[in-house]
């Protein structure tokens, strides 16, 4: 004998007649949830847009407050520059010099151009 869930004739038939004998069951069941779901949805969705709005504002006044200490820094160098006739440090060789002046070098050149460490 021929197996009749292999046939789809049948099988559609069947789920249809059982879908006509429980859809009047079923809908009203899914219209009364449907509302509660769809509720919680949008519900969720308006959090999440409060949420990205106030994220945004903050990240806002994060960038204007970093624009607004580069600005002053960059006031604060101009007129620095202004002080010191456009250069922070004319002679920036003069402060190594400085700094060095008084202390032995820590390597010695030979008369051929070889390095030799000294001792001290």
Excluded: C
Excluded at 53 to 81: F, N, P
């Amino acid at each position: 004998m021929a197996n009749p869930f292999k046939n789809n004739f049948v099988v559609g038939i069947t789920s249809g007649l059982v879908a006509a004998f429980l859809a009047p069951l079923l809908v009203p069941a899914l219209k009364r949830s449907s509302r509660p779901i769809t509720k919680g949805m949008i519900k969720g969705g308006m959090l999440l847009y409060e949420k990205g709005r106030e994220m945004t504002a903050h990240a806002g006044e994060l960038v204007e407050d970093v624009m607004a200490e580069i600005q002053a820094e960059q006031a604060t160098k101009a007129s620095g520059e202004e002080a010191w006739g456009h250069e922070e440090n004319p002679h920036p060789h003069q402060e190594m010099r400085e700094e060095t002046a008084g202390t032995q070098p820590s390597h010695a050149v030979g008369r051929d151009g070889s390095v030799e460490p000294t001792r001290h």
